[in-house]
């Protein structure tokens, strides 16, 4: 089972997960620009962030032999500090970037006129840039946020079959079918989606469009959901191929659009420094 993990937040991870994910199975992922658990004081804060997702986390990943690739971004919860929205003037810095596939996460949090104003900006770059979107959808009021952000994105221009609306359910799943977007699904061990019944949603709607990932962040979560939700759908009668469309040739077609996934020489051994025993390289003499 070959997995692409569309949507994870390796930063809040050990290298212990990229060591599971990749005997699991997982060979790329995509770790979207999100908030760090507590306010960030200064845009200055973002510069070495997103430096470090397109520097340092893919040189970490590399080590297990998994392509790590970025979405870079203002974030809908940090939308709402003016201490952050100059970080809109920084994007274009990192929206050339070649490991960058899309702009994101863009959307809502609390859907606030702050955050309409950001996620519009931000829809403006993914067109100008020629990038795909990844849209969080709120975690409250889920189905009037997921109207609002169709609603902001039909007005965009953007094609809709260039955006992701992501963190969907049984709630909010046909609206997003409907407005040819993709359709994004994160599977958590309490909240959001288990792997059980995701595989009734595939049964429903179908694999096209469709997006599986773990999003695993701060909280509690688990790397190897998706993994989970192969080994689900296998059990319930799903093909191999049904399986391997999901969780590797979807998200390949979705930021194969950027022009930027490159997925070559994926089998290379991954890199361990033999002196020192760790699988992350040191520096120094």
């Keep these: 089972m070959r997995i692409f993990d569309p949507h994870i937040h390796m930063t809040s991870r ?47 990943a590399g080590q297990f032999g998994v392509r790590h690739f970025a ?45 309409d104003e950001a996620f519009a900006a931000q829809l403006a770059l993914a067109v100008a840039y020629e990038l795909p979107a990844l849209v969080h959808t709120p975690h409250r009021d889920k189905a009037r946020g997921c109207e609002r952000t169709l609603a902001v994105v039909a007005e965009s221009g953007i094609d809709a079959g260039r955006v992701v609306v992501d963190h969907l359910n049984e709630v909010t799943v046909k609206l997003v079918r409907d407005s040819g977007c993709w359709l994004g699904f994160s599977i958590y061990p309490d909240t959001k989606m288990t792997p059980q019944r995701m595989v009734e949603l595939l049964r429903e709607y179908g694999t096209d469009r469709m997006l599986v990932n773990s999003a695993a962040d701060w909280g509690r979560s ?36 950027s022009g930027r996934l490159d997925l070559s020489d994926l089998d290379a051994a991954a890199a361990v420094d033999p002196q020192t025993g760790n699988s992350i390289l040191r520096g120094g003499s």
């Design 71 to 115: 979405t870079i971004a203002l974030n809908p919860k940090e939308a709402n500090d003016p201490r952050c929205r100059p970080v809109l003037d920084l994007l274009p810095r990192y929206l050339d970037k070649d490991a960058v596939v899309a702009v994101g996460e863009i959307g809502y949090d609390s859907m606030t006129p702050e955050e």
């Design 222 to 257: 688990d790397p190897l959901l998706t993994r989970a939700t192969g080994e689900a759908m296998l059990a319930a009668g799903c093909s191999d191929d049904d399986v391997d469309k999901v969780l590797w040739r979807n998200p390949v077609e979705f930021y194969g659009q």
């Design 14 to 60: 050990t290298t212990d997960d990229y060591e599971r994910m990749a005997a699991a199975g997982v060979r790329a992922v995509v770790e979207p620009a999100f908030w760090l658990g507590q306010p960030r004081t200064s845009a200055a804060s973002f510069t070495d962030y997103f430096d470090s997702l397109i520097g340092w986390e893919p040189f970490r």
